[in-house]
């Protein structure tokens, strides 16, 4: 069965610090990857999708980028964190083009 | 205009009481509907998905589609304390690669 790990799971960052969030998935091969963000009681905006290794597009011009250096490996970063970033990020991966797989999230609050 | 609306709530209903929960969507291109169940600070668990008009039982789960009407709902039968949370519509086109999500209803079940 298909397992999607993320992490940390929570964590706390200065503004002006670096950011590098990891997503991995096991027991599929070639997968659609999905990053997240959800502000505090809101719903989920899409920030980065890719559909293959080195491939990645963005939905909204902003703060951060993701890179996909592997099959099964989709990373978030930024080099300088805004207290804007604050949220909680989400990876999905996708089976079929139809539906999506939801990791267990990383709270980060920027301070 | 959002491309899917869902009233924020919260809906507060008595055990065993039946919950019933749905969205409305304005992009007549949305072929693929899911709904997904997001305890606190967790990752969204996706409950239930449906391709065409109609209803789809899971279990006390529910999902109807009238894709005429552009609305979608979701209907647990003999709540439970447990069915706490909050509940996300989310809809794709057949062309896939981009879930577009309500803004969640938060669901209160009291004992």
């Known amino acids: 069965s298909q397992t999607i790990h993320q992490w940390p799971a929570t964590l706390v960052q200065p503004v002006g610090s670096p950011l590098s969030l990891e997503c991995t998935v096991e027991?599929?091969?070639?997968?659609?990857l999905y990053w997240y963000r959800q502000a505090a009681g809101r719903g989920l905006q899409l920030l980065f999708y890719?559909?293959?290794?080195?491939?990645i597009s963005s939905e909204v011009p902003q703060n951060l980028s993701a890179s996909r250096p592997q099959d099964r490996q989709f990373i978030l970063s930024s080099k300088k964190l805004l207290l804007s970033d604050s949220g909680f990020y989400l990876c999905?991966?996708?089976?079929?083009?139809?539906?999506?797989?939801f990791g267990p999230g990383t709270r980060l609050l920027v301070l | 205009q959002k491309e899917v609306e869902q009233d924020p709530g919260p809906l507060s209903v008595p055990e065993g009481a039946i919950v019933s929960l749905n969205c409305t969507y304005s992009n007549s291109a949305f072929q693929y509907f899911m709904w997904y169940r997001q305890y606190s600070r967790k990752g969204p668990e996706l409950l239930m998905y449906?391709?065409?008009?109609g209803n789809k039982e899971d279990g006390r789960f529910t999902a109807q589609v009238d894709k005429s009407s552009k609305y979608i709902s979701l209907f647990i039968r003999d709540s439970q304390p447990s069915d706490s949370a909050t509940y996300l519509c989310?809809?794709?086109?057949?062309?896939?690669?981009?879930?577009?999500f309500g803004g969640g209803t938060r669901v209160l079940v009291k004992p």
């Open positions: 890719s559909v293959g290794i080195g491939q």
């Open positions: 999905a991966w996708e089976e079929g083009s139809e539906t999506q797989y």
């Open positions: 027991g599929t091969s070639n997968p659609n």
């Open positions: 989310a809809i794709m086109t057949a062309a896939g690669n981009k879930l577009t």
């Open positions: 449906t391709y065409s008009s």
